[in-house]
């Protein structure tokens, strides 16, 4: 984990420097909507450090997985939303194309199962 990657697009988001609709953040976490929705409600959470994907996360980081869910469990509250899927794409494989964690929240449509 690195406090903030220049080059990283989250990491700019974190800061500002580019613009993001932000439903809550606090000293861990900035949950925004995503720029290209593929739910009605299409929000993602993110630590503010730099970390790559779940992958790179250590077993001593509990708090913080805890702080992203926990957001996301207050933005469905806030939101009035009970039915919700979460997920993070870890890999280029798996479809993950921004290379900082971030927690989807999609609701406000069916969803299939299995995901494509
Ligand atoms: P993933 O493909 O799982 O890595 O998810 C990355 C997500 O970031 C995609 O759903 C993108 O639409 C979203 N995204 C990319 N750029 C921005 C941005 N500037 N603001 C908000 N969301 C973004």
Not at 95 to 111: D, E, K, N, Y
């Amino acid at each position: 984990m690195t406090e903030r990657d220049p080059n990283c697009l989250f990491c700019r988001i974190v800061v500002g420097e580019i613009p993001s609709d932000r439903l809550l953040e606090d000293d861990r976490v900035v949950v925004f909507r995503d720029v290209n929705p593929q739910a009605p409600t299409h929000v993602l959470a993110i630590p503010r450090a730099h970390i790559g994907s779940l992958a790179d996360l250590d077993d001593d980081d509990g708090e913080l997985l805890a702080a992203l869910f926990g957001a996301l469990r207050r933005v469905a509250e806030d939101g009035g939303i009970t039915d919700y899927r979460v997920i993070s794409n870890v890999g280029a494989g798996a479809g993950q194309s921004v290379f900082h964690l971030h927690i989807h929240l999609l609701a406000g449509r069916p969803m299939s199962w299995p995901p494509g």
